[in-house]
């Protein structure tokens, strides 16, 4: 602590500062502190005798009132031109490089956490082909590791009320058909064919934000459509096993998440909850909208016999495919929304076009799913649209 205090030679010698009251001036000009009352029991030690220069004190403790004579506050007197520089030893951590590590960090994870999921999930529907329980699995498993995360206090138990769950209702009842409609289109047809078609999301969200919000985008936006249409067009025409079914579930799905996007946005502000806990809670809601439909749909006798069924040609393993794609597929959204609590949406949505590459490239190689040159260059036309509508969008 620093403060300037003018004097004058004649009221100001060697005496002046022996062992009685020194009354200080009230500083002027200065934004520090000001150093009043300095008392008798005080000591001054002056580091210069020149009358010619501005006289500066700095205390090294705080200006409290001694407890005692071993408590005392000690000030020092130097000139302004040797002033000491003050000891302070400032660690500035790189936060750059520490943030593109973070970032780079969540994107592998979420890449390998999605692909590890396509496969086995891919998998789990070739031998056991009741897309609504293998969806109700991903959510069930889901929600029971983050009530024992809560349990445990491994993670921090969220704040909800009555608001919060209304708020999230409508976007749970989105990522339900979204989750079920997808899962439905990969019991269908190829996972590399499901998430060609998903690359399309951005058309519905220009088409439902301008005709249902009236929104309006600049030009650009509109034209990286075009791409986008016309190469899940190609692709959708030109692929060996196209299925109806799996064509409109991979539609639906898109449709059902711009939807959820649009509730999110529009019920969740100024909701205070971390990422984590965000899709936890979304989970367990749509885990209770998604049984009773699911028992509906399919039904317990189907389940049963369609497991035994399945164990009887893949054994054990079959018991293991089920459990890691119910884990895999909330790990991997888990962290894809712990990722929008660090990056920004356009670096999110370059990610989830890199994301969808990963997926359709390695399904192509392990399932070796056949292939054309010009379904090839429809889905490439497809993700490159998609990568322009994120840049034209910011």
């Not at 970032?103 to 009741?130: D, E, H, Q, R």
């Not at 309006?216 to 075009?226: E, G, K, N, R």
């Not at 299925?243 to 898109?254: D, E, L, R, T, V």
């Not at 711009?258 to 502000?269: D, E, H, Q």
Request: proline share 5%; hydrophobic share 45%; net charge positive.
């Amino acid at each position: 602590m620093i403060s300037s205090v003018k004097y004058t030679p004649s009221s100001l010698n060697t005496s002046t500062f022996s062992c009685r009251k020194f009354p200080v001036q009230k500083p002027q000009l200065s934004t520090l502190p000001i150093i009043q009352n300095v008392k008798k029991n005080t000591y001054l030690n002056l580091l210069s005798s020149s009358n010619q220069k501005p006289l500066y004190l700095a205390c090294t403790n705080t200006f409290i009132k001694p407890r005692s004579r071993n408590n005392l506050t000690e000030c020092k007197a130097y000139e302004a031109d040797r002033s000491r520089s003050l000891d302070i030893n400032i660690d500035v951590s790189d936060e750059n490089s520490t943030q593109k590590f973070k970032i780079g960090l969540y994107f592998a994870t979420w890449w390998a956490l999605n692909v590890v999921f396509n496969i086995y999930n891919k998998k789990v529907l070739n031998a056991f082909p009741y897309p609504w329980l293998t969806s109700t699995l991903s959510l069930a498993a889901g929600s029971l590791i983050m009530l024992i995360s809560w349990a445990t206090r491994v993670a921090e138990v969220p704040k909800v009320n009555f608001d919060f769950l209304k708020a999230l209702f409508p976007v749970a009842v989105a990522h339900t058909i979204g989750h079920v409609a997808a899962t439905v289109s990969m019991s269908k047809v190829a996972v590399s064919f499901t998430h060609i078609i998903k690359s399309g999301e951005p058309a519905f969200s220009v088409l439902v934000s301008r005709f249902f919000l009236g929104e309006a985008f600049p030009m650009p936006v509109y034209l990286s459509l075009l791409p986008i249409i016309g190469g899940c067009a190609l692709s959708a025409l030109t692929e060996l096993n196209f299925n109806m079914i799996g064509f409109m579930g991979a539609m639906i799905s898109n449709l059902a998440f711009v939807f959820r996007n649009i509730f999110s946005k529009k019920g969740m502000k100024g909701m205070s909850v971390s990422g984590m806990n965000y899709y936890a809670c979304l989970s367990i809601l749509s885990l209770l909208i998604l049984t009773p439909f699911a028992i509906a749909v399919e039904g317990p006798k189907l389940w049963a016999a369609g497991w035994q069924t399945a164990v009887s040609q893949i054994g054990p393993n079959f018991v293991w495919w089920v459990v890691a794609q119910s884990v895999f597929y909330h790990l991997y959204n888990q962290v894809s929304y712990m990722s929008l609590d660090q990056i920004s949406p356009l670096t999110f949505s370059i990610g989830n076009t890199m994301k969808r590459i990963s997926v359709i490239v390695t399904s192509i190689l392990i399932f070796h799913t056949p292939l054309k040159p010009v379904n090839a260059l429809g889905a490439a036309i497809a993700i490159l649209g998609t990568f322009l509508y994120s840049q034209a969008k910011q």
